[in-house]
């Protein structure tokens, strides 16, 4: 739990610093991210064994 929560903060954070620069490419990591996240919880959270 820990670990997937610093790899989506560590993606967030990426997104957010290359917005800085591009902002186009940023939105869309971002967007990207949040929806690979929003998928994650929703499979994990629907299957019949716990993912962690």
């Not at 290359?18 to 690979?36: D, F, N």
């Not at 929703?42 to 993912?51: C, G, M």
């Amino acid at each position: 739990m820990k670990r997937t929560l610093l790899i989506y903060g560590a993606l967030i954070a990426a997104a957010a610093a290359l917005s800085t620069v591009e902002r186009q490419w940023g939105g869309l990591m971002l967007l990207g991210t949040m929806l690979a996240w929003f998928l994650h919880s929703v499979f994990a959270s629907t299957s019949d064994t716990p993912r962690v």
